[in-house]
Structure formats: C-alpha cells, structure tokens
C-alpha cells in the first residue's frame, strides 16, 4: 500500500563518511586515524579532532548481538566475487561496507572480478576456496535477476547475492528498494506543490529503470495525476542523455516544472540543457537525481537525490552468511534496503505556487 513519504529518519550505523564530515577532513584522512597508520604524517590535533568526531558519533560501536553474529566468522576471511570492478562505484561501495562491517571482528576480504564469465567466476571459486574463505558474496553490478553456474550450487561454504537474485530465491539475496526510492523522489516533488512531472529514465531493459519508473507512477496515481506517457523520456545513464531528453522535454508545449531524472549522471546533462534554455534551477525548474554520487554535491545548486546503498547492502551481506540455512530449504525473498532521501538545493515550490 502506498503512504506519504516518511517524516522520520531511518537509524543507521554511522560510517567513516559522517566522521570525516563531523571532523571537517577527508574521508581518507579518518582511514588513516582509525587504522592507525603511522608512516602518514598527520598533525595531532587532526588526528585528536577525528578520534573525538569518532567516539561522539559512536563510530564502531556494536551491541552484544552484533558481535556474536560475526564470531563464526572471527579470525577467517570472506570471498567476494563481482563481475565488474572498475566501470563504477557500486561495488567500491559494497565492498566497503562489508569492510567495515567485518573489520573489527578481525575478518578478511578477499575479492575477484569475473566480468561475468563462467571460466573466471570457476577459477575464482577454486582460488578463494583454497585459501580458506568461510562464504562468498557473489555481486552484480546491474540489479538483475541471475541464472548462477551449477558450481554455486554445491559451495561448502554459504552464499550470499548482493544486488542480484535468482528465480527461484534458493539463496539469501539483497537489494535496492528501487520502486520505493523512485516514488519518494516523484513524492518529493508532487509535495512541493509540482503537478507536471516529466522522468528521464535509464535503458528500459535495466530493472532499476524498470522499478524506478513504476515507483514514479505509484506517486503520480496516489496524488491523483494522470500520467502522461509524453513527460517520459527515455535516457541511458549518460549526462549526454539527460542532455537531450531534457530538450525533449523542453519542446512539449507546456514544459515539466520538475523533473525526475534517474541517475546524477543524467541529471547533470538535465541540469545544463535547463541553464542553455535560459532556465534556472529550481527557479523555473525543479531537478532530482538518484544514486547520490559525489558530482551531486559539486553542481549548482547542489543536486537533490537518493542514495543507492551499496554499502548498507556489503554490510546485511556480510552478516547474513553467519546465520543458519533456512530450514527446508524455503526460499529467500529478496532483502531490500532502502534508498534514503537526500534533500539539497535543486528543488523547489513552483513560482505560481510561492508567490
């Protein structure tokens, strides 16, 4: 059932990222601090300034249960296998966040990368297995449903899918809320008081364009707009694409006065078709992104967005190869974590509306 967008923010565990902002530094500088890396020279009141941001914060606290749910794994090391490495930041993220979810409780991360081929993900498996991994995360960087080698199907040790599932749920899997995230941004607008609402989507093939535009419907149906096929413009992924879907969008005879594009990446291209068309943002045209990267920060204004959260997502893989096979072998239906709100300066009440 669809509801308002929640007012309450979600608890989450703090990360290196709030350090590093609570303490005004990099987020490498508070690796540094908290590793206690010794060959970087850093002053001591940089130094005292991260460990007091740290402890303020409550970085690295775990509750009695959280630790007992990693002994299992205490001592021992972990195998992550991804198909890509390098295109993005997606596994980056998951990586890092099943870093620090296992990192106190003294666990190794050992990762391969695939590109998807039967040959490398057997010679991987063979190569993590002999060095003694006590489970595998097995990563796709495309949210997708996946059809796995039979030699997954006979792991000694347990598995878990981040960012992908199979068809029959046979193993623990995670994933993005996509459809709750695209309603959220759709909502977000609608809320300031945008009626006309045009969507610049990824490659239709993708399921989180797929189940970011169904979110955007859920929105405009709960908020009783029609939807209109014309304020969907189909883009993918590129700045050059939410470019020239903005142009689209733009020759319509009455143009959008928000629009949800589907990634930053596209919504930078938004952006600067807007300022080319004499347009400002969120003046004239309210402009939300999704996937939170670090360009989102840097534009002007600084780009309204929901974070994709991979790292939330390492972190539940992580603890979920210590818990116990489910009996029967019952299947798992797929996690999903949420894609937080991340409010910023690219939206606004329409001018009709804030006079």
């Given amino acids: 059932m669809d509801g308002p967008v929640s007012s309450q923010k979600t608890a989450k565990r703090v990360t290196m990222m709030d350090v590093a902002k609570a303490a005004g530094c990099s987020q490498a500088t508070v690796s540094v601090v908290l590793n206690n890396v010794t060959d970087i020279k850093i002053s001591a ?23 007992a749910a990693l002994d299992e794994l205490r001592g021992g090391c972990i195998g992550f296998v991804v198909d890509q490495l390098a295109t993005t930041s997606e596994a980056v993220n998951a990586i890092e ?7 106190e409780a003294d666990v190794t991360i050992l990762v391969a990368q695939t590109q998807g081929r039967a040959e490398y993900e057997h010679r991987a498996l063979d190569r993590l297995l002999r060095a003694g991994v006590q489970g ?15 030699v997954f199907e006979t792991l000694p040790v347990p598995l878990v899918l981040l960012n992908c599932y199979t068809g029959d749920n046979r193993f623990p899997s995670v994933v993005p809320d996509e459809i709750n995230g695209g309603r959220q941004a759709t909502l977000a607008l609608i809320e300031k008081g ?72 596209m919504a930078w291209g938004c952006m600067t078709a807007l300022r080319e068309a004499g347009l400002s943002v969120p003046g004239d045209v309210s402009v939300i992104g999704y996937d939170d990267e ?8 600084q780009l309204t967005t929901l974070d994709l959260p991979h790292r939330a997502m390492g972190a539940w893989a992580v603890r979920r190869l210590d818990h116990p096979p489910v009996a029967g072998n019952e299947p798992h239906a797929p996690h999903k974590v949420a894609c937080a709100f991340i409010e910023r300066a690219s939206v606004a009440t329409p001018r009709r509306l804030a006079r």
């Fill in 45 to 67: 009141e940089l130094r005292a300034r991260v460990v007091e941001a740290a402890r303020s914060l409550g970085y690295g606290q775990k509750s009695f249960l959280r630790r």
């Fill in 97 to 103: 966040g099943a870093r620090q979810e296992s990192w």
């Fill in 136 to 150: 595998i995360i097995y990563m796709s960087i495309f949210t997708r449903r996946v059809a796995l080698d039979p």
């Fill in 194 to 265: 945008h009626h006309r609402i045009g969507t610049i989507t990824g490659e239709s093939f993708m399921e989180a364009a797929q189940d970011r535009l169904i979110g955007y419907r859920k929105a405009l149906r709960k908020a009783g707009i029609d939807y209109d096929d014309q304020l969907v413009a189909q883009g993918s992924w590129t700045p050059t694409s939410g470019y020239e879907a903005t142009q689209q969008l733009l020759a319509l005879p009455e143009r959008p006065t928000a629009i949800f594009c589907q990634n930053d990446k």
């Fill in 294 to 301: 670090e360009l989102a920060r840097h534009l002007r204004p």
